[in-house]
């Protein structure tokens, strides 16, 4: 874990939190000494977001990949389900997320989640209530 809730700023795509993010991912990197030694990647967990932009750069939206025990560097959505129904992935909605998951079906909160990974390249986003079934 990087930061707490209570130390990202109110606006989390502006360039200075961000910056701020960057600049958690370099201090563990610093001073962790797992880090310091030669990075090995994290297995993927068994379903992920591929929140990346096509080879033309053209978003065409998140989703649903499945990783056969590939490696890559991920970042993990921990979120308050609360009282509001979120969008999940069921065996009904599973082929459906494969194919694509529109921004409009997401929370602010998902949607920024994938614009952050994107900014401090990293393809792939884990949110419990989308990658498992």
Known sequence: MFGQARDVL???LSVECCSRVAQWVRQRSNSHKACRREIVLPS??????DVSPDTDGIDSGTHLIETNGHTAKYNALSHCWGQR???VT?????EDRRQQIHSAQLTKTFRD???ICRKVSVRYLWIDSLCIV
Do not use: D, K
């Open 113 to 115: 989640a994938g614009e």
């Open 90 to 94: 069921s065996s009904t909605t599973y």
């Open 85 to 87: 129904q979120l969008i």
């Open 44 to 49: 993927l967990p068994t379903r992920v977001l």
């Open 10 to 12: 109110p606006e989390p």
